[in-house]
């Protein structure tokens, strides 16, 4: 199946797609993004366009990336900056065409010195960012100077290779302009992910100039962010839905994501923001609560069904809803393995919250692949399973289904399933696969090397006996009985 580029012809639409309402001459770049994938377009950019559509205003929305070709961002302008969401479900599709891009800068395209020059402009009042959490270049809560593109950035600020140095040279001119305080925005998942940001962009700026780390601590904000909305990866049946939606017509810059969407944004804005509470937004004093009932209850059971399910050849989320057997300890792990450790406003029903979850998992027409899902697992498995389990510990509480779920993760990362290989992603890929090919065929020492890994699982961890033994225990279920069995066990 082929899907070649075409312009869009509004003309000959289906009357259901909707189109931008608000004057889109009117806006200015007054937001900068990094970083704009699938996630981006489905997410924020979404709730700027509804904002917009309800509220109007001029807060346009310019689109940065700093790898890749930008053959995708040339098409997106040839469409006047317009592109497609879908947005799925088994009841039925709603399509639209966003509308609040009005500016793409590609490196590779355009240079970085215009990159740096935008971050400075005047009118520019935010800089948000979906780098994904390897694009903070931040281990331990510390900014990696061994990272070897944060030691090529601080030789050559002036043409940074990174986000974070992207970020630093941009604030860096514009307070050489005097061109006043700004917004640094993450909307990655990842917990924090305001204080990890300032805190990678404040020491990078430390390391080269103690006065610009001055200013940007009096004239830059960073506040933190939770971000909901499953959006898988596109593939030529999701490709091809946005061309049935369209009429006929192919949109490469189209993305499909489920209707569910949920944003709660700390409202920490040096230079002002855009009205998201418009397009349903939550502004909060503290985000922390909202992000550890999303991090330890979906993203926490979708790691669970990802490994698992994917190790029992069950290809997407909702194949694994559609099991009852899996859909069931799905349903355990988060009520009875992770509510008890969060500490949420009263007004909130978790329980309710879960079951809300499981009812999005069972959407068949959203294709998220659980091997999608399993990449980066030595990054995620800390906040999604493993301060739940300290919790657990601490507190004499069941934590079976956290334990096989790192079971499975230990068999995932052999990547054999049944005899068929599969690329295991993440970025301590070298690591995993040299503990792999190392192993003798005693259980004892392959599990033993990985928890050895302590930038994954915590010494305290480790040093229980009880959780080692549960590891061991867990790990082999998994690989002796299968992963469905294992699951299915986890019933008795």
């Not at 070649?4 to 004057?23: A, H, I, R, W």
């Amino acid at each position: 199946m082929t899907f070649e580029f075409q312009k869009l012809d509004l003309n000959t639409l289906p009357g259901d797609v909707s189109v931008p309402s608000y004057d889109r001459t009117s806006l200015k770049p007054r937001i900068a993004h990094i970083g704009f994938g699938a996630f981006a377009r489905a997410h924020v950019a979404m709730h700027l366009h509804e904002t917009l559509a309800t509220g109007g205003g001029d807060w346009g929305l310019r689109v940065i990336e700093l790898f890749g070709t930008p053959d995708l961002f040339d098409k997106l302008a040839e469409n006047g900056h317009l592109y497609t969401l879908v947005e799925t479900a088994d009841e039925g599709t709603n399509t639209r065409l966003l509308g609040a891009v009005c500016e793409t800068q590609h490196v590779a395209r355009d240079g970085v010195s215009t990159l740096i020059d935008g971050l400075a402009e005047e009118q520019l009042k935010v800089i948000s960012l979906t780098i994904t959490e390897k694009g903070y270049c931040v281990t331990n809560g510390k900014l990696d100077l061994d990272n070897p593109m944060i030691q090529q950035d601080l030789k050559a600020p002036e043409a940074p290779q990174t986000a974070i140095g992207l970020i630093v040279a941009g604030l860096a001119k514009r307070r050489a302009l005097g061109n006043g305080p700004i917004t640094v925005m993450s909307c990655d998942n990842l917990p924090h992910n305001g204080v990890l940001c300032g805190v990678a962009v404040r020491e990078f700026a430390a390391k080269q100039n103690a006065e610009l780390a001055a200013w940007i601590e009096e004239n830059v904000s960073f506040p933190s962010t939770m971000v909901d909305r499953i959006v898988p990866a596109l593939t030529d049946e999701s490709r091809d839905l946005i061309r049935e939606s369209l009429g006929g017509q192919v949109d490469l810059n189209g993305i499909v994501c489920e209707p569910f969407r949920q944003w709660v944004i700390e409202d920490n804005f040096k230079a002002g923001r855009p009205q998201w509470e418009l397009a349903g937004a939550q502004l909060v004093a503290d985000v922390e609560p909202f992000e550890e009932m999303k991090l330890r209850t979906l993203n926490g059971s979708h790691s669970f069904l990802a490994y698992l399910g994917f190790l029992a050849g069950k290809e997407t989320i909702a194949d694994c809803a559609a099991d009852p057997v899996f859909y069931a300890e799905a349903r355990k792990l988060m009520v009875d393995e992770q509510l008890p450790t969060l500490d949420v406003p009263s007004d909130v029903d978790l329980v309710a919250y879960a079951d809300s979850l499981l009812k999005r998992y069972s959407n068949s027409k959203l294709k998220h692949r659980t091997w999608q899902i399993a990449a980066d697992g030595t990054q995620k498995m800390p906040q999604r399973w493993l301060n739940s389990v300290k919790f657990h510990l601490a507190n004499g509480g069941d934590y079976r289904h956290l334990v096989l779920g790192i079971g499975g993760w230990m068999n995932y990362i052999r990547a054999d399933r049944n005899g068929e290989s599969y690329e295991v992603v993440d970025p301590m890929k070298e690591k995993l696969a040299e503990i792999v090919a190392k192993d003798g065929g005693d259980a004892t020492t392959y599990v033993d090397a990985l928890l050895a890994m302590h930038s994954v699982f915590p010494s305290e961890l480790v040093a229980n006996d009880e959780f080692k033994k549960a590891v061991h225990k867990a790990y082999c279920a998994v690989a002796e009985k299968g992963a469905a069995q294992a699951v299915a066990d986890l019933a008795d």
